[in-house]
């Protein structure tokens, strides 16, 4: 409490009015967040062993249940450069957090996880991932650390390259693995690219890689350019601005630069001194927060401030929000292939991941409609069936949808249709098997009076056919009259009536009272009785093949209406994807010209023009749902019925 307190006290006089609110209203929101997943501390999500990469089953565990977008923030840097304390503090924990140490070991192997909610973003998780430091005199192995930084950058949505003292030649030459981005990863399959994509596919890098943050740390020096005072974010752009030349010095000096500029869509620098005199930077890990310079606490919180404002959701290729479900598909995909010897492909993995989370939503959504209709009471009638059905089937396609992504064909959503066609028609079997037994059950029991006046001979009388006929009458009357019979009240009474019609024309014939005459208009009016009862029946099973026609018919509609907004949506992710892309390089071509390079920005417009080319196109005309979507209506609005069909095959096959 009494640490708090001093930090409550310091911090706001070192920063403005404005700035002061916001670590107040941080550190309240911090304590008010709502807890979705709990993770209390770090665990282990890529291990490396030897040099041997391998997914930790138990993380990967962790993030499929977290079904809310995430906000993947990573941090590289060389060993020993203070990064695990950044992770620490955008995690709101200085103790029981990522790995710290003073000394000249490196803490962290692998990639490390921690997950916690999000202190800004409700409904989001914030997942930090520290990753063990490149240049580990240990390790000395520098094709593992490329992948962990081609990992890290994969993973995430923003990445942190921390580094410590200024940001001068040697800083960015440490920063050597991002020339080899493109040896290690791919943007399409190879089978689909050519030999001139590739040569250009890092121009679409820009589209896919995350936000680039350079926290600089132990800055000593004045924040100059030619002694004109400057800000970080121009120091950053100073540091990393091109040489003109075309000797090999100047190509080599210019290569990390140019990968930065043209890779990473926005870049941010913040710039930490000291955090304690030297004397006591080696206990730094014991030391509270209120002994760290109020200077270096200013920046750090500007730092988390900026992470947790500006840092934006973890995307896929498409524009496609991933969840930490998601991510965990992503981080076995990548690595598996690593450690087969391939290069991650963001096309490939998009596809797998694609082809899991669809399954699993078709599943989710048929767990959905099972779990609604299960909660009937048989029987019902064909109305409560139908609009209960209606309701389930539109939620789980609801489901399904907020799962899918990348279904362009229907293929899933088809699936899932069948599956509660299906589904459907054991329900109904279910009503209809329900019904009989009921109506058959309350038959017997209203007919048992009858049954025994007939074994007593009660009708074995002159004027007994009068007396059956109305006890008969009275029977079917009351039979009408009780309610929740079901779907197959009509038919079974026709059966019963059936059944009766040898009964009632023996009562007929052993009445004396009732001449030949008589007795032929009374065995017409059963007939015409019997007939009349088989109309009934007839219309019952109609309106019930013409009600589940219609379901069938709306619960099409309903889906391809479900699946073009979706697809107009992902359209649209697409379009802002590109776009963002395009003006990208715009900006980076406007600024090669302001400072002379007019050769590197014409060769700059080719690469504007294909991702222009690529951006996906609006198809005001419909002709895409035209020709793909609809002809799906088609096969849903058969002649027969397809939850009939399924009815009469499980009725064949005894179920």
């Known amino acids: 409490m009494i640490v708090h307190h001093i930090i409550y006290c310091i911090v706001p006089l070192i920063l403005k009015n404005k700035d002061a609110i916001l670590w107040f209203s941080h550190c309240r929101s911090r304590q008010r967040a709502p807890i979705v997943t709990v993770m209390e501390s770090p665990v282990c999500l890529i291990e490396n062993i030897d040099g041997t990469l391998r997914v930790v089953q138990e993380a990967t565990e962790y993030l499929m ?163 004109r005072q400057v800000n970080e974010d121009q120091y950053l752009e100073h540091a990393l601005t091109l040489k003109k030349g075309r000797d090999r010095r100047t190509v080599d000096y210019n290569l990390p630069r140019e990968c930065i500029r043209n890779y990473f869509p926005t870049r941010k620098c913040f710039i930490f001194e000291t955090p304690a005199p030297p004397e006591k930077m080696a206990h730094l890990e014991s030391m509270t927060e209120s002994e760290l310079s109020p200077s270096f606490q200013a920046v750090a919180f500007d730092f988390c401030n900026y992470i947790f404002k500006e840092s934006s959701v973890k995307k896929v ?209 059963v007939k015409a009785a019997m007939l009349e009862q088989e109309k009934k029946a007839e219309e019952q099973k109609r309106l019930e093949l013409e009600r589940t026609l219609q379901d069938e018919r709306r619960s099409q509609e309903e889906k391809l209406q479900m699946m073009r907004e979706k697809m107009e949506e992902d359209l649209k992710s697409q379009r802002k994807e590109a776009e963002r892309a395009v003006e990208c390089k715009l900006k980076e071509q406007r600024d090669l010209l302001e400072k002379g390079f007019k050769d590197k920005a014409e060769m700059m417009s080719q690469e504007i023009e294909n991702l222009k080319a690529e951006r996906p196109k609006e198809d005001k005309s419909g002709n895409f749902f035209t020709n793909h979507l609809f002809p799906l209506i088609g096969h849903g609005l058969q002649a027969l019925s397809t939850v009939y069909q399924y009815k009469a095959l499980k009725k064949g096959l005894g179920f």
């Open 65 to 227: 249940r977290i079904n809310q977008p995430v906000v993947v923030v990573a941090v590289v840097g060389l060993y020993r450069t203070g990064k695990s304390y950044l992770m620490n503090k955008l995690a709101g924990k200085r103790k029981a957090g990522f790995a710290l140490g003073a000394t000249v070991q490196s803490k962290t192997k692998g990639i490390w996880m921690w997950c916690v909610p999000h202190p800004v973003k409700e409904g989001h998780t914030l997942v930090l991932l520290d990753t063990e430091g490149l240049g580990d005199v240990e390790k000395g192995d520098q094709k593992n650390d490329a992948w962990i930084f081609s990992l890290a950058i994969l993973l995430s949505s923003t990445l942190v390259y921390n580094s410590r003292g200024t940001i001068d030649n040697q800083a960015v030459e440490n920063l050597q693995y991002v020339t080899e981005l493109t040896e290690r990863i791919k943007v399409k399959a190879p089978s689909a690219s050519s030999a001139e994509d590739d040569d250009a596919e890092d121009a679409q890098f820009v589209q896919f890689f995350p936000s680039f943050v350079w926290a600089v740390r132990d800055f000593t020096l004045l924040l100059e350019i030619d002694g």
């Open 317 to 525: 290729k498409g524009g496609l929000p991933v969840t930490g479900r998601m991510l965990s598909h992503l981080a076995k995909t990548y690595v598996e292939t690593i450690a087969s010897g391939g290069v991650p492909c963001l096309e490939n993995a998009v596809l797998t991941m694609a082809q899991i989370e669809n399954q699993a939503a078709v599943e989710e959504g048929l767990q959905v409609y099972q779990r609604g209709m299960q909660g009937l009471t048989f029987p019902v009638s064909m109305e409560e069936m139908s609009n209960e059905h209606r309701n389930w089937d539109s939620q789980a396609t609801k489901t399904f949808m907020s799962r899918s992504f990348k279904d362009d064909s229907g293929e899933y959503l088809k699936t899932l249709a069948d599956a509660i066609n299906k589904e459907y028609a054991s329900f109904l079997l279910k009503n209809e098997d329900m019904s009989e037994k009921v109506c058959r059950q309350l038959l017997s029991e209203l007919s048992e009076d009858m049954a025994n006046k007939l074994k007593n001979g009660f009708y074995a009388k002159p004027g007994g056919y009068e007396l059956y006929c109305s006890d008969h009458d009275n029977l079917v009357a009351e039979y009408r009259k009780r309610p929740k019979k079901g779907v197959k009240a009509e038919e079974v009474l026709e059966n019963f009536l059936k059944e009766k019609s040898v009964e009632s024309n023996s009562v007929l014939q052993a009445d004396k009272n009732i001449s030949e005459k008589e007795r032929k208009i009374h065995e017409e009016k």
